[in-house]
Every structure is written in structure tokens, then in C-alpha cells.
């Protein structure tokens, strides 16, 4: 069975993502709701995702800052290491991503980025792929571009909406048939698992002072 794996570590954003129109609901459960919307100039769709938490401001951006433990509830990831600390809200990291024989693993370097609207409170979490900050490695597809963009709002104290927009092209030998086909169950699953992650209190011990939760 055919499975494109590789969106599972595309968990952020990029400001110029545009407003998503012609979208269509493919996967609807546990009150996770993904969309597959028409993109300008690419023949793979963009994908956003809606949900709901039981969870802090705080709390979920120190499991988005917890690169290490991105194996723990990202589908699919094979090794995700930090390369560079730039700030206390943003980083570069390396992540690789497993997909089926006959399929190269692809990988990604994405510049991550928190900031918070001081009256809204709302919470931005981009990613932008860097696909030359590091040399390629052999035998793994580097992901040409990817730019995505995750706004968390709080609802009240304990409580957050999630938006989730994502556009790639995932290079090399994916058809952008067979990638829009199977697009939804991924991203559903890793937002599942990190939802389910922050509603049991497996909380990451990172610091984020410069987020306030309500």
C-alpha cells in the first residue's frame, strides 16, 4: 500500500501563505478536520487542518520547541535533530522522513518560528524549508519547498483552536496524483497524537517565558 508519509514533520508555517479557497473536506474524526484546497501553480494540493485542544498556550509551544521528542508523536519521522538555536522562539533543525519502497526517504531543514499577538494572545508557529543549508546526503530526497504556517488561539484558560495550513512540493518521484490522494490521513494522525500527547500531561519541560497563556 501506497502511503505519503513525509507531512508528518511538516508541523508549522510561512507568512505568505495565501487564504485557501475550493477546499474539500477529506477526513472528518475526532474532531480533527482535514481539507485538501486547490494551490496556485502546483498540481499538489494544500492541506489545512482544524481542531480543538484541552491544553495551554505555553504547553503547546514547548512541545513545538521540543525538537528531540518529535519521534514521539510525528508520523513517520525517522531522526529530527536541532542544527542551529538562534533564539529562545527560533530554531533550524534536520528532520528525515520514511516513505514505502520504492520511494527515496525524503528530508527537510526547516527554519522554525514562535511569536504571539500581545492583545489577541494568539500564537503563530511558522516553518520554511532551507533546502541548501546543509549538503544533501545520498540516497535521500531533500524536499524542494515547503512553507506552512500554525496559528493557535486561545478559546479560555485550558482551552486552544488550531489552524494548520501547509504547502509543498515533496520532490524527486512523487506523483502529485498519488501525494493528494493519500494527503489527509497523515497530517490527521500527527495532530491526533500531539493532541492526545498535551491532553494527558506529557508536557515538555522546555521554557517559553516569552508566551503568555491567556
Known amino acids: 500500500m501506497f502511503k505519503v508519509t513525509l507531512f508528518s514533520?511538516?508541523?508549522l508555517f510561512f507568512s505568505d501563505l495565501k487564504a485557501q479557497e475550493n477546499c474539500q473536506i477529506k477526513k472528518d474524526k475526532d474532531g480533527i478536520k482535514v481539507y485538501l484546497c486547490e494551490t496556485e501553480d502546483s498540481p499538489f494540493k494544500t492541506i489545512k487542518v482544524d481542531f480543538e485542544a484541552k491544553t495551554t498556550l505555553k504547553h503547546y509551544a514547548a512541545g513545538i520547541l521540543d525538537i528531540d521528542n518529535y519521534k514521539e508523536w510525528q508520523y513517520s519521522v525517522l531522526d529530527v535533530y536541532t542544527l542551529t538555536q538562534i533564539s529562545?522562539?527560533?530554531?533550524i533543525y534536520y528532520g528525515e522522513i520514511e516513505t514505502p519502497w520504492p520511494l527515496s526517504h525524503r528530508d527537510v531543514v526547516f527554519n522554525l518560528?514562535?511569536?504571539q499577538n500581545s492583545n489577541t494572545k494568539t500564537l503563530t508557529i511558522t516553518l520554511k524549508q532551507l533546502p541548501n543549508y546543509i549538503p544533501h546526503k545520498t540516497g535521500i530526497v531533500r524536499v524542494p519547498s515547503a512553507?506552512?504556517?500554525?496559528?493557535?488561539?486561545?478559546?479560555?484558560?485550558?482551552?486552544?483552536?488550531v489552524r494548520y495550513i501547509l504547502q509543498i512540493d515533496p520532490g524527486g518521484d512523487v506523483p502529485a496524483f498519488l501525494a493528494n490522494l493519500f494527503a489527509a490521513q497523515t497530517p490527521w494522525q500527527?495532530?491526533?497524537?500531539?493532541?492526545s500527547r498535551l491532553e494527558t500531561s506529557k508536557f515538555s519541560q522546555i521554557e517559553v517565558p516569552f508566551v503568555s497563556n491567556y
Open 190 to 195: 500527527t495532530f491526533y497524537n500531539y493532541r
Open 9 to 11: 514533520i511538516f508541523f
Open 147 to 161: 512553507e506552512s504556517k500554525l496559528t493557535v488561539t486561545p478559546i479560555d484558560e485550558l482551552h486552544v483552536k
Open 113 to 115: 518560528k514562535i511569536s
Open 88 to 91: 529562545n522562539n527560533e530554531l
